[in-house]
């Protein structure tokens, strides 16, 4: 008989898993590979922070039964994490406006956010900025969306084309659905000053249009709450919006798939009901999340030695990432005079769009074994202090 998958055709590879496949194989054992999305430490490694390590020591000493979270996940985590979000003292907290359920990382979160509004605002589109995190346009198209780019990036200056995002903000149709990078935007590294957020988010409440902050790199750019200032403002205009945040990063904890997405609506009654809904999509998908990550988070968030223990460990990474954007731009002054990376040093969070040309990243990784994104994009958290040299020196060459 036939098989059913015999029309099955191959789907095209992940560009990024894509590349780390290729540096598996590379034998070069003074490879170097910067098109990952992960923070490394100075040994190349991805730390298991202490805090997490503490917060699992005491889970362990609990050793509680591993029963069914409700379907909205663990009640601790919820709330530590919209008062991380929003701020615990927040008119949005204070007035139980906002829901928040944990999810299956970032992009769990992003999921259940892009079912719900399928549901309740099928006719909307779908904006993004163009570039953005390769996966916000699958994601929202399997969601059923039409998915569109606002203008962000403006390769001239290396930051953000903000006239021309500002001017297709105030063309989309009400009730459109705009995905905003919080912070630490991805791939760029470029993000908006406070003064042009007061402006994106004039035309956002004027026009009745739908924010959904993805925050992926809390505490990744000026710190935990500096990060998170702009889910704050968006909240103080009283409007609906929602927000997916992720542990993977800040945490260090990808593999345990920990973040939320919170919906903030316009009551604590509209709220309810949203809630009700929002936990008809979890329930159909996958019924309720795991246990393991969230009890770890929500543990370190709620203990106050704990989160002294992350808040410091991630101003670690945050200040580490920052001196590797200084080492990399003060050296390549020296190898490469005649080209300016002073933009490197502006940008935010894990990724540096370097400017890099398709051929000159080919260059590096055939040459060189230094593995980067086809864009340019690298991941200035792979870089350290042992191989930040051999970098430098291979980018000079290329350039
Ligand atoms: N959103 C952005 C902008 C990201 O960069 C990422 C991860 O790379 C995610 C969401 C997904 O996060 P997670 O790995 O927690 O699913």
């Not at 100075?42 to 805090?51: Q, S």
């Not at 790199?217 to 500096?226: A, L, P, R, V």
């Not at 933009?343 to 590096?364: A, D, P």
Request: aromatic content about 8%.
């Amino acid at each position: 008989a036939a098989s059913p998958f015999a029309a099955v055709d191959m789907a095209p590879r992940d560009p990024i898993l894509g590349i780390t496949e290729a540096f598996n194989a590379d034998k070069n054992p003074n490879k170097v590979n910067l098109g990952v999305g992960v923070y490394y430490d100075d040994n190349g490694k991805v730390p298991l922070l202490e805090c997490v390590k503490k917060s699992e020591a005491q889970l362990m000493e609990k050793a509680t039964p591993r029963t069914y979270l409700p379907i909205e996940g663990l009640a601790a985590y919820d709330k530590a994490v919209q008062e991380l979000v929003f701020g615990a003292d927040s008119a949005i907290v204070q007035e139980k406006r906002a829901v928040t359920a944990q999810a299956l990382g970032g992009t769990g979160a992003l999921k259940l956010g892009a079912d719900f509004l399928k549901r309740f605002a099928p006719e909307s589109q779908v904006w993004i900025s163009d570039p953005s995190w390769e996966n916000h346009r699958a994601l929202f198209e399997s969601a059923g969306f039409k998915v569109n780019n606002y203008p962000y990036y403006d390769p001239a200056t290396r930051g953000v084309n903000f006239a021309g995002m500002l001017s297709a903000l105030k063309e989309m149709p009400k009730g459109s659905i705009v995905v905003l990078h919080a912070c630490c935007h991805n791939p760029t590294g470029a993000d908006l000053t406070d003064d042009q957020w007061t402006d994106v988010i004039k035309v956002v409440s004027e026009r009745g249009l739908i924010p959904f902050l993805d925050m992926a790199y809390q505490g990744f750019g000026d710190g935990i709450d500096e990060d998170g200032k702009v889910v704050r403002r968006f909240a103080e205009t009283g409007g609906a919006m929602f927000v997916s945040n992720s542990f993977s990063k800040s945490f260090s904890l990808y593999g345990e798939r920990v973040g939320a997405l919170s919906i903030v609506a316009t009551s604590a009654e509209e709220a309810a009901r949203v809630l009700s809904q929002l936990k008809r999509v979890i329930r159909t998908n996958y019924s309720n999340p795991p246990t393991h990550g969230g009890q770890v988070v929500a543990t370190a968030l709620s203990t106050p030695e704990l989160r002294k223990v992350w808040e410091d460990e991630l101003a670690g990474m945050r200040v580490r990432i920052r001196e590797m954007r200084k080492a990399l731009v003060s050296k390549l002054k020296e190898k490469a005079p005649s080209h300016d990376f002073d933009f490197v040093i502006k940008q935010r969070g894990m990724f540096s769009y370097s400017g890099l040309t398709k051929e000159q990243v080919g260059r590096l990784r055939d040459e060189f074994s230094i593995y980067a994104v086809d864009t340019g994009r690298i991941c200035v958290a792979a870089l350290n202090s042992r191989n930040i040299d051999a970098v430098v020196d291979a980018i000079a060459k290329v350039l």
